[in-house]
């Protein structure tokens, strides 16, 4: 796969929904020993009801994920990157960064989006 995966949050919509594809890719990041990275801004667009949303909840609470905030530093950079790229979605900047610090792939709903603010991104379109 990749030296690690960082979610958008069509993918966790996606996961919520049952889509096969992610819980395949998933399982596999997850056997596989792979960083699987949620920035918390992502949690936020997905969450909307916890009463409602089990596997997303379920998933949340694996030990293995890592949720990088967005610190002073990290803002910074995400502000220098949408004004480079034109970008408005702070949230979709912030999923960039992690994954270029970290070279991970993407797993988005979204490939456009992302590649409008960096087209050498590795993306897995869901």
Do not use: Y
């Amino acid at each position: 796969m990749t030296s690690g995966v960082s979610l958008d949050t069509g993918a966790l919509i996606a996961l919520e929904r049952g889509d096969e594809q992610v819980r395949q890719l998933l399982r596999r990041a997850l056997n596989a020993d792979l960083p699987l990275h949620v920035v918390c801004e992502v949690v936020a667009q997905a969450w909307r009801d916890g009463r409602r949303q089990a596997v997303l909840a379920r998933f949340l609470r694996l030990p293995e994920i890592v949720f990088p905030i967005m610190d002073v530093a990290a803002a910074k950079i995400v502000g220098e990157l949408c004004a480079r790229s034109g970008a408005s979605d702070v949230v979709d900047v912030h999923v960039v960064v992690d994954a270029r610090m970290h070279g991970h792939r993407v797993v988005t709903s979204d490939p456009d989006d992302l590649r409008s603010i960096d087209s050498s991104l590795s993306l897995i379109a869901i």
